[in-house]
């Protein structure tokens, strides 16, 4: 099991308040689905970054009408 000491990393000025609220489905989706369980702060990071691209303009999400939650902002414009 890989363990983040939120705290700390939550205090780097990479990480914003909103990863603090996709944490467990970030380490979910990656760090667990791929069997990590050493990392670096370097990682997370990058990971992080990876992440939220994927999760904001690539992930479809069914309760925005299956689509990613660009493509639904565009489509509400």
């Known amino acids: 099991m890989i ?11 990479t990480l914003t308040e909103k990863v603090r609220s ?5 380490k979910s989706e990656t760090f667990y689905l791929n069997s990590i369980d050493r990392t ?3 990682i997370v990071e990058r990971t992080v970054i990876e992440y939220e691209y994927y999760y904001n303009n690539i992930r479809i999400q069914t309760k925005l009408n299956n689509q990613s939650p660009i493509n639904y902002r565009q489509l509400a414009v």
């Open 3 to 13: 363990h983040i000491d939120s705290n700390s990393l939550l205090e780097s000025n």
């Open 22 to 26: 996709i944490l467990p489905i970030l």
């Open 40 to 42: 670096t702060t370097a």
